[in-house]
């Protein structure tokens, strides 16, 4: 009897072969891939593309015109041993181990403050973001007014309170850290709206029953708004730190080239690309420069995706 319902047994388990897609669904998977098909191209146009063709420019010398020799590793040597690239490296570590944490600290704080029931918050929280919505030329405009050595509202308010106010943009042991003040800022906006949304997705609940248990704000704002805030501080952290390493246009508008002494001290990796491309003429040693910063944006956005599974609380 066991060997006659033997083979009924290892036929009902026997996987069924899988089904063609019938009509309809082959029509859902063509519309659906229409409907992506713009998002693709364009990925595919202005992404992709110029990075395949930067990365293969890297290997060349290009002056633009589409005029270019194969020169292989040469570029590559050229820039290693080029102690422009040393110090943009480390003006870029400086300015982002500084700035991002700074902004992102200082975001959660009035995140949180402006998520109470307070009046006119429709109005601070407007104020906040105004600078994200302002033209970088503008922002470095003003700040470069408030910076200015000889008439600017910071030294004259230290002035008078008896305080010689430094040379914040043309004195290169401070420039930098003034470039920093400033784009942390300017982020300030865009990152709170982030937090925002974070601290109105928490359930009010944990909050009551902490109150219960007797937790005060401090110990509910670590053991409950931070942690539940963590995918949005890793959201801000990897939007930020791909910023950071590729700071320009607050460098170029504030300091600028013509004669400041801090322009070496505040060179970065994407302003040294923009020499050499845009104003020397080296586009295949300013490919070289960043595909080094892009392979420098991988390295440190894998290393993020990696450790968020430590300190990244989904539930």
Known sequence: MS?????????????????????????????????????LLGLGLFYIWPVVQTIYL???????????????????????????????????????????????AISILIAVLLNQKIK?????????????????AAVAMVWRWLYNADYGLINYLLGTVGIQGPRWISDPDIALYAVIIVAVWSSIGYNMVIFLAGLQGIPRSYYEAAEIDGAGPVRMFFTITLPLLTPSIFFVSITSLIGAFQVFDLIYLMIGKLGNPAAESTQTVAYLFFTNGFESGNGGYAAAVAVVLLVLILIVTAIQMKMQKKWVHYD
């Open 3 to 39: 060997s006659q319902l033997q083979p009924e047994v290892h036929a009902a388990a026997r996987p069924k072969p899988a089904k063609p897609l019938n009509r309809m669904k082959r029509s859902d998977w063509l519309w659906a891939y229409l409907m992506i098909a713009p998002t």
């Open 58 to 104: 890297s290997f060349t010398k290009w002056g633009g015109f589409g005029k270019y020799k194969w020169t292989g590793v040469d570029n590559y040597v050229l820039l290693f041993q080029d102690p422009n690239l040393w110090i943009a490296l480390k003006n870029t570590l400086i300015y982002t181990v500084l700035a991002v944490p700074a902004s992102i």
């Open 120 to 136: 006119g918050i429709s109005f601070y929280r407007t104020l906040y973001f105004l600078p994200v919505v302002t033209m970088a």
